[in-house]
């Protein structure tokens, strides 16, 4: 995230601001984190690409994503020690100087240059300044045997420090671009849920929960549940909200669009600093929606068999299901903020892997019991549990109504909680992007505070203007954007982590934080698989169009 004015993903959980907590506490955190918005897509790509299908490829990739979560703990804790080193040197470059005041009147020209370069390149702090004098190559001698007293993970590292430590300025370019994009398609996926959410609930509908509605809409909703496509952006086209009414569904999804965006853009010119409330408050809603979502579906399956037929295999499906999964799973932008205040840090292997183990089970419970639960199912798996008219009073029925109000309602609440600090972390990190943060001040008024919440927040109303499909949404912003964040950057952090950590304490000192894949080849290997399923999903979209 930028480096001024920060919006954290994880919130504000700097172990020097808010204290520290227990491993279970940061489990559940992390287990918050990943369980998000991207859950609510897996049915869908599920019932498309098959169930046997989805449940290898998520696990496979549930894999890769731990894999790739070491990469950044490393790189985390390698950062720790680039600050460690930095912090000795200094402290030794101060005693050297008492004592040979003539070396230093001699070196004072070379480090005037070396200061100047630093101000034109961040990253010229590390390994230039071992070139520049050999003073500062001397490591303290009571810390060359000292572990824990460089690798650790006690101070927050966020990836755009970590870019800016280890990156050159076109890696830092790259990594800011890949960031923004990955925050564009999330506002987009956020838009089109909360559009589509509040369209459903108030145009003429049937609810999937309740069977016996199944009748005279079937012909109609049929074309509109099972596209799984841009498709559904052109039946919307023409079918009609209310019957009694001119208005299709696509007007109502834009009026609704709209509506959002002039309430809610506005937030992105203000600053959001704690958190911590409304994460407790929307950890609650997910785990009461994600519970009624399961139970009701695994009710359904009871009293009334399944009623989905999805295919076994479906390889057409891949790339939704590649998107949709990677989306799922992100959690390494805001990991940093989770892991530093968690205060036995050995732990935090087995906390990630229970908790990722755990997720799995979880995403294949959801996915696998709406699929055969469900003849039809929603790009947005709450679309499923859009409530009915009834015309039993009972407090069973009434009940029931209840919580599929509640499941409808949920994205929107949770959703239009998360949009507004989506948006200012995409405009800071815009403004990072494109402006010099040091002489912020000195940019006018327009540039400053119109401007960039604008730039954060009219390109997603555009796109989804003109499509209304999460399942493309997601497919595109997971596999491009999602990948960069999951695989590509996490895989060159850690690698200039290491080259850089071996430069300046060389090979004795051991980092205990370690990836368990450590070997270079665990790293062209991820590099290699990227490559791949973004080349399937870049054809696939090819010949959809």
């Not at 990943?34 to 897996?42: D, E, H, K, P, S």
């Not at 292997?349 to 959801?366: E, R």
Request: charge should be negative; hydrophobic fraction near 50%; aromatic fraction near 14%.
């Amino acid at each position: 995230m930028s480096d001024r004015n920060r919006i954290e993903f994880g919130g504000n959980t700097s172990a020097n601001q808010t204290g520290s907590y227990s491993k279970w506490i940061g489990f559940i955190f992390i287990f918050n984190l990943i369980v998000g918005t991207g859950a609510l897509t897996l049915p869908a790509t599920f019932a498309k690409a098959g169930w046997l299908l989805s449940v290898n490829v998520i696990l496979y990739l549930a894999l890769i994503s731990h894999m790739t979560v070491t990469f950044v703990i490393e790189a985390m804790a390698a950062a720790n020690a680039v600050k460690t080193w930095q912090s000795f040197q200094f402290e030794n470059s101060h005693v050297n100087d008492d004592d040979d005041v003539e070396n230093v009147e001699i070196s004072s020209g070379m480090e005037e240059h070396a200061a100047e370069r630093e101000t034109d390149d961040p990253c010229a702090t590390l390994l230039p300044r071992i070139k520049i004098s050999k003073r500062l190559d001397r490591m303290p001698v009571y810390a060359q045997h000292s572990t824990l007293m460089y690798y650790r993970l006690d101070e927050k590292f966020e990836l755009g420090e970590m870019a800016t430590l280890f990156f050159n300025d076109v890696g830092r370019i790259l990594f800011y671009l890949c960031i923004c994009i990955y925050l564009y398609g999330d506002l987009s996926i956020y838009s089109a849920a909360i559009a589509k959410s509040l369209r459903d609930l108030f145009c003429d509908h049937v609810n999937a929960t309740d069977l016996a509605n199944f009748t005279i809409f079937d012909s109609t909703m049929d074309s509109l549940n099972l596209t799984l496509s841009n498709n559904e952006t052109d039946n919307d086209a023409v079918t009609l909200c209310w019957q009694a009414h001119t208005l299709t569904r696509l007007n109502v999804y834009r009026l609704f669009l709209t509506g959002f965006i002039i309430i809610f853009g506005p937030f992105a010119v203000f600053s959001v600093q704690k958190t911590k409330y409304l994460q407790i408050v929307t950890a609650l809603f997910r785990w009461c929606a994600f519970i009624f979502m399961i139970s009701i579906a695994v009710k359904l399956l009871i009293t009334e068999g399944a009623k989905g037929h999805p295919p076994t295999v479906n390889v057409f499906g891949i790339p939704a299901l590649f998107g949709a999964c990677v989306y799922s799973f992100m959690c390494h932008h805001s990991l940093p903020s989770l892991l530093a205040p968690i205060r036995n840090k050995h732990a935090i292997s087995k906390i990630l892997c229970a908790d990722y183990i755990l997720i799995c089970i979880f995403y294949i419970l959801l996915a696998m019991t709406g699929i055969f639960a469900f003849e039809r199912i929603q790009d947005l798996y709450t679309l499923n549990f859009i409530p009915a008219q009834i015309d039993d009073y009972s407090f069973r029925a009434k009940l029931l109504v209840g919580i599929d109000y509640f499941l409808a309602l949920f994205p929107i609440c949770t959703l239009s909680a998360s949009f507004p600090i989506i948006a200012i972390t995409l405009r800071n990190n815009l403004q990072t992007l494109f402006l010099d943060m040091t002489h912020f001040e000195s940019y006018n008024l327009f540039v400053r505070r119109i401007f960039f919440p604008l730039l954060a927040v009219l390109p997603p109303f555009v796109i989804t203007y003109f499509t209304e499909s999460l399942t493309s949404l997601v497919a595109f912003t997971g596999s491009y954007a999602g990948a960069g964040i999951q695989y590509v950057i996490p895989v060159a952090l850690v690698y200039y982590a290491r080259t850089t950590c071996r430069e300046l304490l060389g090979s004795g000192v051991v980092n205990q934080f370690e990836s368990p894949f450590r070997s270079n080849y665990w790293l062209f290997f991820v590099l290699l698989w990227t490559a791949g399923c973004v080349s399937l999903v870049t054809l696939n979209f090819f010949f959809e169009i």
